[in-house]
């Protein structure tokens, strides 16, 4: 009896001891939630799980992506640990670097590129300034050499993966293509993207990219900037706000609009950079073929190419553009497959799958100054301007009957209607194999122009009338092309 009730006693001492130890912890958790409180924060509820990142409807890349989950592109891992990160490069370039545009001649603006970056943003410029400096060409162990009329493929990429993926198929079935040079020019940095890159082996391989992207430049010019004018505030009420550059909006009376200016500076940086920033095309004489991530081509498009360049050289020396796609839907290969028209190039027209050699881009750059200047932010409508307002004489092309480059982004956020990429590459397919016998023909067979088309100049669309885009489009191709500054480059 007596040993029993030692153990009861026992038993009711360690319940008072547990309970004692639980008020103790009540205690201390209620402390620190207070604490919280008092700091203006709240505690994340248990039961709710992390968001996942939006996605872009242009896009596979999930742009907003938890830090935490596999498909990050950057964490917060120190520099060293960052891919292409060279460390001589972190070594020499502070986190807030400045950039000093030196200001052309002609304008009456000034200013600075600041980078104060932080965040995934710094990894992100690191890894540009040092891909861009090392220019590392792939694939050199299975091509070493390419041939003296080799063609340079410069694809113009933001972040739509799923289109670059359909292109880089189809470059991958075309003839002759292991002696090209590929070149994709980026103004998005995504490892997933550069993982689909570094993965093709039917060619030399080379990245570039644009180094004033609006990835980089979030809150600062290029970018957005907290002082800009808003779009469509009168020229009287900009004064009054003191925004910035409120003495000049375009044509229209509006802003500066940072999402439409990006593309026509991209396109003009890529051109002064691949002919004479990049040491793998500097004594590149030949073709520059321009692509854009969402087209795709036809197996025999290289093999014929090199056909219109030959004809361009010996019969139609007059032709200083050479275009391989049309946005006609009805394609025709029986009887034309084979035949190419001498036209006045027209930027509607013949602007998809465009090619063009130094000769061509050497006069060009006698009109750089009207092409920074000319208000319109579509690079192929400023083209046309400096067509018949500076070039002498005017520019002309040699475009095939029937296309070798498609183009498949109609299903972008500005389509309406229903549309699937796969349906649109599978019917250029389906079109291209009832069509084989057609192509691949033995000659090419050029039918002279007989008659100039008239066509009215176009308007300009404006949207490029902030001094600072015109000052910074100035400046491309100085020194180290895309900087002025050679770290940048």
Known sequence: MR????????????????????????????????????QGREPVPLHE???????????????????????????KAPLKHIPHVNKDVIAKNNINDTINIRKPKDSKIHF????????????IRKAILDINHQQNVLNLDRFPRRST???????????????????????S???????????FSHDYYSEEINDVIRAIDFCQTLQIFYPYSLQIYENEFPGPEENDCPRDAPKNVAREMKCTNWEHPDLYGHYREVQFVMTKHHWFWKLQHIFTGVQATQNHNGLILLLEEDHYVAPDFYVMLKKMYEEKKTKVTECNILTLGTYDKNR???DRADKADVTD????????????????????????????SYDDYNWDWTLQHLSKSCLKPPLRALVLRSPRVFHIGECGIHHNGKCNADDLVRKID?????????????????TPQTRPLRIKPPKPNGGWGDLRDRTLCATYGRDVSGSPDKEES
């Not at 799980?49 to 964490?75: C, H, M, W, Y």
């Not at 113009?156 to 470059?171: A, G």
């Not at 079935?173 to 292991?178: E, L, S």
Request: proline share 3%; hydrophobic share 40%.
């Open 173 to 183: 079935r075309a003839t002759d293509i292991g002696d090209a040079l590929l070149v």
């Open 49 to 75: 799980k992390p968001k996942s990142g939006k996605r872009d409807l242009n896009s596979n890349i999930n742009v907003n992506a938890n830090p935490q989950e596999k498909n990050f592109i950057f964490t």
């Open 430 to 446: 389906e079109n291209l194999k009832t069509n084989q016998r057609y192509l691949y023909p033995s000659n090419l067979v050029v």
């Open 112 to 123: 600075n590129l600041t980078s104060n970056l932080k965040g995934p943003n710094v990894h």
């Open 345 to 372: 190039w027209h930027s509607s027209k013949h602007n998809m799958g465009m090619a063009l050699d130094k000769k061509t881009w050497l006069s060009l750059q006698e009109c750089k100054e009207q092409f920074c």
């Open 332 to 334: 025709v290969y029986r």
């Open 3 to 38: 040993l029993k009730r030692l153990c009861r006693l026992g038993a009711a001492g360690l319940v008072l001891i547990l309970v004692a130890v639980w008020s103790l912890v009540l205690t201390a958790t209620e402390d620190k939630d207070s604490s919280l409180m008092d």
């Open 149 to 171: 009329d080799s063609i340079v493929i410069l694809v113009m990429v933001h972040k739509r993966l799923e289109y670059l993926q359909y292109l880089i198929q189809s470059l």
